[in-house]
């Protein structure tokens, strides 16, 4: 039985364990071109997303964005206002409005236009 | 596995699957409206989720002119937002102004002399160790979460733990405050004495903090070490450990007989970085599937929790920067009540905790969280440590995607009964007149506030209900 809780527990601790692929090269560097949205990401979205260990998509890992960007904006941007997983609701931004939001969003999937 | 312990294990998480814990009961935020450029009006909400708002104003002032300018015309309510890492309705702000002080943020001035610091109070505190380091300079104390800004801290009393430190407005010496009226007053002990003290603890109630100088300690190294014990050898113990370490705190495990115990003290060893930052969240991970499959068997999860953490009982250690090494990540989202009781209360009013949760509680998974804080000298009015010579707080946490009324309605009273006063940023149900009777110097206090915000224009509903108003 001892044996029996030992596999359920490193069962458990597995299913627990978050991917923490590599940053890509420069994630930590980057920074939007816009002063004030830079500002921003700096203050807020950085700390996670330019560290691996977070467990969230890293600034310009255009192959972890790839299958979040396919759900669409309105469900980044409703992941981003409640709150989604391991991110805060709003992203940690008080302050910010959907059209920073996005912008933020569009910077760190690597998103065009 | 037994065939018996199988079909049990499987009818207990099938039955878990059909109860929802109360989730149903949680607040639940308002919907989007339009604003005039067409996008969505978002709502505001906290860390947890629990507490929302829908402000009509998102303000973040880029200079003092602009501040002043904002607390005078802006619809009120005002309040100011921080991390929103409150548990109580302090920032909600429906139809008035949300305020951000973002922008004011940074290592201002520094003293190399007396080793203060002149800091934005929009910084967090997460972003406040690396450059008071340049400046040779540290905090004497942090919190075990760092995602709040100094402000916001403060306002709140917010604490981390030990018997020689204060919580983290007791090392401001100095502050700016501008109020609803637009009035810039700089103070301190000397200084208009009277708004100081009751500035220091103040919710955001009198205005916002643009401001604050700390008083520091040098740049210094800490050395921590976590490892686990049975409870009651720990508690024998607890005053020599208290004395005996720089901080000090315990974790207490639901249907265990453990503790996960915290040490931090000053050391010259080589940095060693802390390896273990993913582990609390893994930790709390695993509680909680324990309570999802368990909960129906309380003897067997308590049994399967003892065998675990049998299986931790390596210590583990960091050396490294003092600000690497106080602050924790907390992934796992809660809400929280703690309170802060004067020092002899703290073990007796824990063994009742302890046995409300065991008797009544089972769909608890977050440990109890145990600390100690300095009383003496912090001269604030609304320091909820002022006369315990050591205080001592107990922190209770439920998930956020469960009703945690329940489980603190019941542990509530086991603190009101012990003389408690609650963290300023914590849930709880009290009014003015049980803040009155908490507090020696709550008069003096509302005197200030109203000279300062005579059209209680800092006041939401929530904070009018604390006050009274």
Known sequence: MRRNVLCLCALLLAACGQDSAPAPQGAAAAVPADARLAKVYTQTCRACHSSPASGAPQTGDAKAWAPRVKQGMPVLLDHTVNGYKGMPPLGACMDCGEKEFEALIRFMAGMKG | ?469
């Open chain 2, 1 to 469: 596995m037994q065939r018996r312990e199988f079909l049990g294990l499987a009818a207990g998480t099938l039955l878990v699957g059909c109860d929802d814990r109360g989730a149903a009961n949680l607040p639940k935020p308002p919907a989007a409206t339009a604003g005039p450029d067409g996008k969505r009006r978002l709502p505001w909400q906290n860390w947890s989720g629990y507490q929302h708002g829908l402000p009509a104003e998102r303000l973040a002032p880029e200079s003092l002119d602009a501040l002043v300018e904002a607390m005078r015309a802006a619809p009120g309510p005002i309040r100011p937002v921080g991390a929103g890492h409150s548990f109580t309705p302090l920032v909600p702000a429906d139809g008035g102004t949300l305020l951000s002080l973002r922008n004011f943020e940074g290592v201002l001035a520094h003293d190399a002399g007396t080793l203060t610091a002149t800091v934005g109070g929009g910084t967090r505190l997460a972003d406040l160790g690396e450059p008071l380091e340049r400046i040779g300079q540290a905090l004497p104390n942090m919190p075990d979460i760092d995602k709040q800004t100094l402000a916001g801290a403060i306002a709140t009393a917010t604490h981390g733990t030990g018997a020689s430190l204060g919580a983290m407005h007791s090392y401001v010496t100095a502050l700016q405050l501008v109020t609803p009226r637009g009035e810039v007053i700089d103070c301190s002990r000397e200084r208009r004495p009277d708004v100081f003290a009751a500035a220091l603890v103040s919710v955001g109630s009198l205005g916002v903090i643009t401001q604050c100088t700390l008083q520091n300690v040098p740049a210094h190294r800490l050395k921590r070490r976590v490892w686990m014990e049975p409870l009651d050898s720990m508690l024998e113990r607890f005053d020599e450990l208290v004395a005996k370490h720089h901080s000090f705190e315990f974790y207490v495990v639901p249907s265990s007989d453990h503790a996960v115990v915290y040490a931090i003290d000053p050391t010259d060893e080589p940095v060693r970085p802390r390896d273990d930052v993913a582990s609390d969240n893994e930790s709390v991970r695993l509680l909680k599937a324990g309570r999802d499959w368990l909960s129906w068997a309380p003897r067997l999860r308590r049994w399967v929790t003892n065998t675990a953490d049998e299986y931790v009982s390596a210590a583990a250690e960091a050396v490294d920067a003092s600000w690497r090494i106080f602050p924790s990540e907390r992934e796992v989202r809660f809400n929280e009540m703690e309170y802060h009781l004067p020092r002899e209360h703290l073990l007796p009013t824990l063994r009742k905790v302890r046995e409300t949760l065991d008797q009544r509680h089972p769909e608890i998974f977050f440990p109890i969280e145990v600390r100690v804080v300095r009383g003496v000298g912090d001269g604030a009015l609304l320091s909820p440590f002022q006369g315990h010579a050591v205080s001592g707080s107990i922190a209770v946490h439920h998930s956020h995607v469960e009703d945690p009324l329940p489980y603190f309605a019941d542990i509530e009273p086991l603190f009101r009964e012990a003389s408690g006063r609650p963290h300023w940023g914590k849930m709880n149900t009290l009014g003015a007149a049980d803040f009155a009777a908490l507090y020696p110097r709550w008069q003096e206090f509302l005197d200030v506030r109203a000279a300062l915000d005579p059209e209680g224009k800092m006041l939401n509903p929530y904070l009018r209900k604390v006050f009274g108003l």
